[in-house]
């Protein structure tokens, strides 16, 4: 049976000055031995926003998901919950995202079956993600890049954010 699992990311994306995430799974409702757990805000990718600036983002990691209990695939939506808000501050954001199955302790391998990359940006604002079950998995953003208005629709400045998650 396939069921698919929501779980907003990136909730607050650059515009709080603190870390904020959000996981949702439906592992608890129907008896799923799985679980998803956000990634340490020290391990989150990271980035630096000023006004009319280009710049890059710092990989890291988003959440790790335990799904070793369980042979069903598993179809997950990344999300970015607030591009309502960015699109007035950035004229571009691309967050390229990775999908790792980990092979050994604190060793992971990319997720095959996948040929091309998946970005995700403040104009697809969503991503849809295959896992097959029995693994545990990491899901990160590996790089990104982005133009920083500095300039909201409402008037107010950028100021320099850098947390994800």
Not at 21 to 28: I, K, L, P, Q, T
Not at 126 to 151: A, E, Q, R, S, W
Request: charged share 20%; net charge negative.
């Amino acid at each position: 049976m396939k069921r698919k699992l929501l779980f907003p990311v990136i909730a607050a994306l650059l515009l709080t000055p603190w870390p904020v995430a959000y996981a949702y799974d439906e592992a608890m409702a129907v008896n799923t031995p799985m679980t998803i757990e956000v990634a340490e805000p020290a391990a989150s990718p990271s980035l630096n926003a000023y006004g009319h600036s280009i710049g890059g983002v710092k990989p890291g990691d988003l959440f790790y998901i335990d799904s070793s209990e369980t042979a069903t695939d598993m179809f997950y939506t990344l999300y970015i919950t607030n591009t309502d808000e960015l699109i007035h501050y950035y004229r571009y954001m691309n967050l390229n995202i990775g999908v790792y199955v980990q092979t050994d302790i604190d060793k992971w391998e990319k997720v095959g079956g996948n040929p091309e990359d998946i970005y995700l940006t403040i104009h697809n604002g969503m991503v849809n993600i295959t896992l097959p079950g029995c693994g545990n998995y990491k899901i990160t953003v590996d790089k990104g890049c982005f133009y920083c208005h500095g300039i909201g629709g409402d008037g107010t400045e950028t100021p320099p954010r850098r947390s994800f998650t």
